[in-house]
């Protein structure tokens, strides 16, 4: 895995080493635990220690200003000057869609690498990533030029596939939130997309956007009812993961713009309806929701 800068290769590299080691580090750490995360969530143990582990090994390179994951309420000042021009931040959901660890589901690691102080515009990002703890481990990689598929064994990385970009006849579609819960207008536009699309949703948005990613199609957790905002977090899921996306020829929206392009609120923690896929899926969904 080689980059042009010496500061995100490091941070790509940190994780794919220490994805195999969380990995085995699920067992026996899948039970909740008395404490919510910042966004109100229950915690599971292997969450707080996902991201203590995260935390350690990224806050401590070199060139990274700013640590954030969504399991803390803070972001970590790593003692170097975010506002100088090469300090890079980090936002990290150090474990995507645990309560699947419950139920032995598929899960991820998100990580975005901005190149501006948090919380940040995805048009700071300067590489995202994701691994998925599916039968095997695997990693996504967007930079500025290009995107990689790595499979991921202890010290090791194979890169399996390069260029990815998304398939142009969109086949799988996933919507998160309770179906009563949608507005009108989403609900809408889902009944048409379930008659052209196969529904593959999981719990956990890493899994589905992968999917989403293979085969082509749409992945959203839209705003609700009770809850306009959505329930994805802008810095830690909805930008990564547009990110990724973009740079892979398709779409990110949050309904109206792309995710990339949403100024933040002070809040690190913000959340946003996301939704990811190919170009004229997006196109369409903008238009039934405005
Ligand atoms: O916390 C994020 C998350 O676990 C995502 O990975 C996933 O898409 C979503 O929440 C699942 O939410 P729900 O349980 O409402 O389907």
Excluded at 205 to 220: A, H, P, S
Excluded at 225 to 241: A, H, Y
Excluded at 252 to 277: C, K, Y
Aim: aromatic content about 6%; hydrophobic content about 35%; overall charge negative.
């Amino acid at each position: 895995m080689t980059m042009s800068d010496p500061v995100v290769e490091d941070v790509v590299t940190t994780v794919s080493h220490s994805a195999p080691e969380i990995r085995r580090g699920l067992v026996g750490r899948r039970d909740a635990v008395d404490e919510e995360n910042p966004s109100g969530e229950t915690q599971v143990e292997a969450d707080i220690w996902a991201d203590e582990l995260l935390a350690d090994r990224l806050s401590s390179i070199d060139g990274v200003s700013q640590y954030a994951s969504e399991e803390r309420e803070a972001i970590i000042d790593c003692g170097r000057d975010a506002a100088s021009t090469d300090g890079y931040t980090v936002a990290v959901d150090p474990l995507d869609g645990s309560s699947n660890l419950t139920s032995n589901n598929a899960m991820g690691t998100i990580i975005g690498v901005y190149d501006a102080p948090l919380p940040a515009r995805g048009e700071n990002l300067v590489a995202a990533a994701y691994v998925l703890y599916g039968p095997i481990t695997t990693m996504l990689l967007a930079t500025e030029d290009t995107v990689s598929e790595y499979e991921l064994t202890d010290g090791n990385h194979r890169r399996i596939r390069e260029d990815i970009t998304l398939p142009d006849d969109p086949v799988v579609y996933g919507f998160g939130g309770r179906v009563p819960d949608w507005t009108d207008e989403f609900t809408e536009y889902a009944r048409t997309i379930e008659t052209e699309l196969k529904r593959r949703y999981g719990g956990a948005m890493i899994g589905d956007v992968n999917q989403v990613l293979t085969y082509g199609g749409i992945f959203g957790y839209p705003g609700l009812e009770s809850r306009p905002e959505g329930k994805l977090r802008l810095q830690f899921e909805g930008n990564p993961v547009g990110y990724i996306v973009e740079q892979a020829g398709g779409r990110s929206s949050n309904g109206e713009q792309s995710l990339l392009t949403v100024d933040p609120s002070d809040d690190i923690h913000e959340r946003t309806p996301v939704f990811v896929g190919n170009e004229s899926l997006i196109d369409r969904l903008e238009m039934q929701l405005s």
